[in-house]
């Protein structure tokens, strides 16, 4: 059974850093491209960033562009996502989500396998 599973959130204070972690079993996605969405109250499913299959590129949303930095350990089957200076407009639940190929989207379509969320919540 293929499992994500998000960890790494929590409550902090605007201006502060958490570092989410997504850990892949059941099947490597050493092949595929990794991504972080996110979603707030009442709103939609958006991306944040994803990275292609070795690490070699990153793609991030101009609202995290310069805060968020997203990386990948091939070798633990784990996605990260460091995240600083935070805002309060960045809480919602996070979810890592791993690609169909090796280059990845910006589109939610473009992922097959979804972990559960991990809520994040920054106060200002």
């Known amino acids: 059974q293929v499992q994500l599973v998000e960890s790494g959130g929590g409550l902090v204070q605007a201006g502060g850093s958490l570092r989410l972690s997504c850990a892949a079993s059941?099947?490597?996605?050493?092949?595929?491209?990794m991504g972080w969405f996110r979603q707030a109250p009442g709103k939609e499913r958006e991306f944040v960033a994803r990275i292609t299959w070795s690490g070699g590129r990153t793609y991030y949303a101009d609202s995290v562009k310069g805060r968020f930095t997203i990386s990948r350990d091939n070798a633990k089957n784990t996605v990260y996502l460091q995240m600083n200076s935070l805002k309060p407009e960045d809480t919602a639940v996070y979810y890592c989500a791993a690609a169909r190929g090796p280059q990845g989207s910006s589109m939610s379509s473009g992922y097959d396998y979804w972990g559960q969320g991990t809520q994040v919540t920054v106060s200002s």
């Open positions: 059941g099947r490597t996605f050493s092949s595929n491209a």
